[in-house]
């Protein structure tokens, strides 16, 4: 976890309730995001998209510019997740959202 994100969650563990308006600017870093995919599952099935972790990670300093950059400008628009339903032993269904990488 980046430095500025460890100072950030210290002060917050010490403010208590106190309400959080800043914390885009620490997510958006690219260092963080790198962060974000290394803690990643690279065994998980693949997404919405059909991407997995190691094909997200080819052309990684790209694909992280430019999710930053369109981080910063609001203009990042996650692809819907569908969702799936699954059969539980008593008959009900279990919601289940798949995401995009």
């Not at 500025?4 to 959080?20: I, S, T």
């Not at 692809?79 to 959202?97: F, H, Q, T, V």
């Amino acid at each position: 976890m980046t430095t500025r994100l460890n100072r950030f969650m210290q002060r917050v563990r010490e403010l208590g309730g106190e309400k959080l308006t800043a914390l885009m600017g620490l997510i958006f870093e690219p260092e963080g995001l790198r962060e974000s995919l290394l803690r990643q599952d690279g065994g998980k099935a693949p997404g919405v998209d059909g991407i997995r972790k190691k094909d997200y990670a080819h052309g990684l300093d790209e694909r992280l510019t430019a999710l930053s950059a369109r981080l910063r400008r609001n203009a990042y628009k996650p692809l819907p997740a569908r969702r799936s339903y699954i059969e539980k032993d008593n008959g009900s269904k279990r919601p289940l959202g798949i995401p995009s990488f």
